[in-house]
């Protein structure tokens, strides 16, 4: 039986969504990461990254979405590119730039508008331009058909999706005006049977909502060394 190591956010959601298209059975794990079950020793075991969501299927573990993807793909030979010349080669390009791009950079961009201390005008103007760019990418090349690889619905789009929903929470509700096409996908995968069942996952298990000193130490575990730092020390020119 697969299992899927689950937390109701944007990378997860994508595998989810794949599943519930393909039909696959599979069995839901919660991982509440504000909780800071992400870094219980039988989760590292199957994600030594400390991140959701995982997969495993049977004996095998794998983990980022972006290669759950690719891996469920290809042992059910669903949602791949059709045969034409270059098809997978836009595929696996395409994929790659959510997973190093519109991933990294989304998520870094909500990090510091929403969640980071002061002060953080560099860091929110960095992010939020990257973000915005990386959206305009793919927003331009919908405008070149229904889908990220034209007529054939894709774990591309799968991956686009899951990071679509929130595009409203970074950049404002404003947003469709300057991406209408990515709304356009949105909506469609939005109107597809499984997308619904996906999004109801995150109903059908109890996670922490609350952004409260506990979570954030769970998510932002990198924030327990600033106590450490010497500001006089912190602002020396590096030798």
């Known amino acids: 039986m697969i299992k899927l190591y689950y937390h109701p956010s944007p990378n997860p959601a994508k595998v989810a969504l794949f599943l519930e298209e393909a039909g696959l059975e599979y069995e839901v794990v919660p991982v509440d990461t504000r909780k ?6 039988a989760f590292l075991v199957i994600n ?15 983990f980022d979405s972006n290669a759950i993807l690719l891996y469920l793909a290809e042992k059910t030979g669903m949602f791949l590119s059709d045969q034409a010349p270059g098809s997978r080669a ?3 390009s395409w994929l790659m730039f959510v997973a190093s791009g519109i991933g990294p950079f989304s998520g870094q961009a909500v990090h510091f508008k929403h969640f980071a201390p002061e002060p953080k005008d560099y860091a929110v103007n960095r992010y939020m331009y990257e973000a915005n760019r990386h959206w ?6 919908l405008a070149k058909g229904q889908y ?14 899951g990071w679509a929903r929130v595009l409203q929470f970074l950049f404002g509700p404003d947003i469709w005006e300057k991406l209408p096409n990515v709304k356009r996908l949105l909506d469609e995968i939005n109107a597809r049977p499984a997308a619904a069942r996906a999004e109801a996952l995150a109903s059908k298990h109890s996670f922490k909502k609350e952004m409260d000193a506990e979570a954030r ?3 932002f575990p990198q924030n327990r060394s600033l106590a450490s730092i010497d500001p006089n020390e912190a602002t020396e020119t590096p030798k």
Do not use: C, R
């Open 136 to 141: 305009t990418l793919i927003d331009t090349q």
């Open 148 to 161: 990220m690889l034209g007529s054939t619905y894709t774990i591309v789009d799968m991956a686009v999706w």
């Open 36 to 41: 800071g079950e992400q870094f219980d020793p």
């Open 48 to 62: 030594p990254n400390a991140k959701t969501p995982a997969l495993t299927d049977g004996d095998v573990n794998v």
């Open 217 to 219: 130490d769970h998510m």
């Open 90 to 92: 836009s595929l696996l």
